[in-house]
């Protein structure tokens, strides 16, 4: 289907929900106006005259400061009418959100901002800028992309494309977490540095608390596929990660020492994930349940052998295959973020689950 | 492998306690990219 007319509206999304992710939490409560002036930049190249930031409800401290940014940005000729005396005007609401990880989901997102439930609508039209909020064409982007453009105005495109390689052109927020000695948010150039690189070097993570191995590292946020300590000099690039069979996601990078319980983080996982179907697709809203209560009964001494087959047998349902890049049998890709976690963790430490269940229950506690 | 001397795009304003604020942000060139970006053709 082609676009029908000009693009009528531009709604940054700042509903970043996921578990260990929070890279846009980052730069929208510590730099709002940076994300202001991008999206009045990219509301100019659209020529729209209304624009929304979408964020996350429970930014309560990012919400009172964007808004406040909106207001200062508006006193200061930045919004409103005849930007900086130019003929362009623009408008922005700053919208929170009401809990609900699938809003991330650009047209639940949509939905969600139309008033309604934040269901994820049937595909196609696949995209926003078909068929986006109040059936105009709409275009969503993120928090980060938005904030890259006063720089790339300053600087030109050329200086933004000479940094990275590949289609991994420029910089790109990590959010490092779990097992390592300074968890935080790091920008760091594409391709040119390595996992290694982001959980060792002192100017990042620093290495692991106490110094202890790396057991496994999710590369993308906990919708990915994990890695083992084989792949730390992989570079931070889109194409380099998905060759292996995982992506960079969301920008989380969670690290997982020698005594963490996969089995534990892998439940949590799945609780979070089952939590947050949003019960439109039977796959996603049933074998989530499933999988979690499966994965609660051996963390916490109930599991089965023949859960392990179970386990992957329902992931199989909403992910047919378990192939990378995943197929999927939902709406949206909440579905099959769920195997994830839980293919990667039987197939790289069967050992451990099967240690949760013939010692019925977590070895660590 | 590693370059760390890549410019900071998004987090340049990193160690700045009022990172948030209007001023802050003027004073590090902020808002000087939308005046060059309106006088482009969109």
Redesign the interface.
């Known amino acids: 289907m082609l676009r029908k007319s000009p693009i009528s509206y531009l709604v940054v999304n700042g509903d970043e929900s996921e578990p260990a992710t929070f890279k846009d939490h980052?730069?929208i409560?510590?730099?709002?106006?940076?994300l202001i002036?991008g999206v009045?930049?990219a509301s100019?190249?659209?020529?729209v005259s209304q624009a929304f930031i979408f964020l996350r409800g429970e930014f309560a401290l990012g919400l009172e400061?964007v808004q406040q940014?909106v207001n200062?940005?508006y006193a200061?000729g930045?919004l409103g009418s005849k930007?900086?005396g130019?003929d362009?005007s623009l408008d922005i609401v700053v919208h929170p959100g009401a809990g609900a990880y699938i809003c991330g989901e650009e047209t639940a997102l949509i939905e969600a901002l139309e008033g309604k439930r934040g269901f994820p609508r049937i595909k196609p039209p696949f995209f926003p800028a078909v068929t986006g909020l109040y059936g105009e064409p709409t275009v969503v982007n993120n928090v980060?992309t938005m904030?890259?453009?006063?720089?790339?105005?300053?600087?030109g495109g050329a200086a933004?494309a000479a940094?990275g390689e590949g289609r991994s052109t420029?910089?790109r927020?990590f959010a490092l977490a779990g097992r390592v000695k300074n968890p935080g948010?790091y920008?760091?150039?594409m391709v040119?540095?390595?996992f290694r690189?982001l959980i060792y070097?002192q100017?990042f993570g620093g290495g692991l608390i106490g110094d202890k191995k790396i057991k496994a590292f999710i590369p993308g946020g906990v919708s990915a596929p994990w890695f083992g300590p084989d792949l730390l000099?992989l570079?931070l690039g889109q194409d380099e990660v998905a060759e292996k069979g995982s992506m960079l996601g969301s920008g989380s990078v969670v690290v997982l020492d020698e005594d963490s319980c996969v089995v534990r983080a892998t439940w949590r996982i799945t609780k979070f994930f089952s939590r947050e179907s949003c019960g439109q697709c039977t796959p996603c809203r049933e074998g989530s349940g499933w999988i979690e209560r499966a994965m609660y009964r051996i963390e916490h001494g109930g599991g089965r052998l023949e859960d392990l087959d179970l386990l992957l047998d329902l992931c199989d349902n909403i992910s047919p295959g378990l192939l990378w890049p995943p197929q999927q049998t939902t709406i949206c890709v909440l579905g099959p973020s769920i195997p994830s976690s839980v293919n990667s963790a039987i197939s790289m430490f069967r050992n451990e689950f099967i240690a949760h269940i013939e010692h019925g229950g977590c070895p660590h506690d | 492998m590693a370059t760390f001397s890549a410019p900071k795009i998004v987090s340049s304003r990193k160690d700045f306690d009022d990172s948030y604020t209007l001023s802050r942000y003027l004073e590090t060139g902020g808002y000087i990219a939308l005046k060059k970006a309106l006088g482009m053709f969109p």
């Open positions: 980052y730069l409560e510590r730099d709002p106006h940076q002036e009045v930049i100019y190249a659209l020529q400061r940014a200062e940005a200061h930045a930007i900086f130019s362009f980060e904030s890259n453009l006063p720089w790339i105005v300053n600087n933004f940094l420029g910089t927020l948010v920008e760091v150039e040119k540095n390595t690189d070097d100017q000099d570079p």
